[in-house]
């Protein structure tokens, strides 16, 4: 499968607690972007990256929230200090760069107790 | 404030029947506009997309109309099969920006 991929599918934690959730996008895609999806919205988005550099982020990424793509291909998001606000389904997706159309991946589902 | 409207929270519509989704933007900046799928529990599907330099696209079943003066795209899907029951995300794009997603409508097609 050459699809986005994204581990790990489901994640519950407790309040205060950090998580990190890991995305591999399509091989040669040079953009990823993360969303997060809550109950009956669609996907926001919090943040991309055009190969290792981070090029924009979204005023719904707190200080808490980091994300990294150290080699230009997987990418991590971590949440720090989790909230049950945090709770959602987080998404990846990629796409080449100048290229609109962008393929997500399954998502991760959060649930923060 | 909500760039990118669907209105619709829910449809349903009769097994080979014409399914039609709106959405409609605000923002005249938008370029390009794409549609897609999404089953509980998945990522979103892309599905089919238009330029803005276009007024229609089509792709098998599914056909994206897009009427710039009025800010306003619709998908139609002819005819509906039962598997098309998802929900469908507008979303929309301007140059190198990310996806600005409507929050989706809920298509249910009865058999």
């Known amino acids: 499968d050459t699809g986005v991929s994204q581990d790990p599918r489901h994640k519950i934690t407790k309040r205060g607690q950090n998580v990190t959730f890991r995305c591999d996008p399509i091989s040669e895609h040079n953009r990823l972007y993360w969303y997060r999806q809550t109950l009956g919205q669609g996907p926001e988005f919090l943040t991309y990256?055009?190969?290792?550099?981070?090029?924009?982020k979204s005023r719904l990424l707190s200080d808490r929230f980091s994300a990294e793509r150290p080699k230009g291909s997987f990418s991590t998001l971590e949440i720090q200090r989790t909230e049950q606000g945090d709770s959602a389904m987080y998404l990846c997706a990629s796409s080449f760069t100048e290229q609109e159309t962008q393929y997500f991946g399954p998502g991760t589902r959060l649930l923060v107790l | 404030d909500q760039q990118v409207k669907q209105n619709s929270p829910s449809l349903s519509v009769q097994e080979g029947r014409i399914s039609i989704l709106n959405c409609d933007y605000t923002n005249s900046m938008f370029d390009y506009f794409l549609w897609y799928k999404k089953y509980p529990a998945e990522g979103p599907t892309f599905l089919i997309s238009i330029s803005s330099i276009k007024d229609k696209n089509e792709d098998g079943r599914f056909t994206v109309f897009l009427n710039k003066s009025a800010k306003h795209l619709s998908l139609h899907i002819v005819p509906s099969q039962p598997g098309d029951s998802a929900v469908y995300f507008c979303?929309?794009?301007?140059?190198?920006?990310?996806?600005?997603f409507g929050k989706g409508t809920r298509l249910s097609v009865i058999a």
């Open positions: 990256f055009q190969n290792e550099a981070q090029l924009e």
């Open positions: 979303a929309a794009i301007s140059g190198n920006t990310p996806l600005v």
